[in-house]
């Protein structure tokens, strides 16, 4: 039998080393404590956290709700694979019109950093796409951003991702 103190977030990330046996021993702890974990400064599991919290929460999980503003604050001071994984948190929830507003400004900034991978960069753009369908307003900001110069550094599958969310848009 295991003691709780062999159940903490960091005595968890330090010796689990397989996504399966991390997904199992993650059923153990609080989501918010490993929500808040993952929102750590200067954190290198933190992102681990963050990954973990995105499979085990619930669409419009009543536990990460509350932190919704602090995610999102959280998205610029992050490195590229963490914002990844705090966009795809967030894309989970519905978001008030002030909340949407700050992820959109994030978005914008993440996806027009050509030297962000490619992959945070595709879901910044994909989460800019899901927000537009209630500010169809802001399109014509997003067409800005969609030419060559923000493409060219995009791995193939990638671009296809652009493209097919681009597509959505209608401009």
């Known amino acids: 039998v295991m003691t709780n103190q062999s159940f903490s977030i960091p005595i968890i990330f330090s010796q689990t080393r397989n996504k399966k046996e991390l997904l199992a021993l993650a059923t153990q702890l609080n989501l918010e404590d490993l929500l808040l974990y993952g929102l750590q400064k200067d954190n290198p599991a933190a992102w681990k956290a963050a990954w973990l919290v995105s499979h085990l929460m619930k669409k419009n999980d009543a536990k990460v709700s509350p932190h919704l503003e602090k995610i999102i604050a959280a998205i610029p001071q992050k490195k590229d694979g963490h914002q990844r994984q705090l966009l795809i948190v967030i894309d989970a929830m519905d978001l008030n019109e002030v909340q949407e507003g700050k992820l959109f400004q994030h978005c914008i900034c993440l996806w027009t950093d050509i030297h ?27 067409e800005l951003y969609t030419g060559e110069y923000y493409t060219e550094t995009l791995s193939p599958g990638i671009e296809k991702s652009f493209h097919r969310s681009k597509k959505s848009l209608k401009f």
């Not at 962000?116 to 997003?142: D, G, H, M, V, W």
């Open 116 to 142: 962000k991978i490619p992959s945070t960069r595709i879901t910044a753009f994909q989460t800019l796409c899901k927000i537009t369908k209630n500010y169809p307003e802001l399109i014509k900001e997003i």
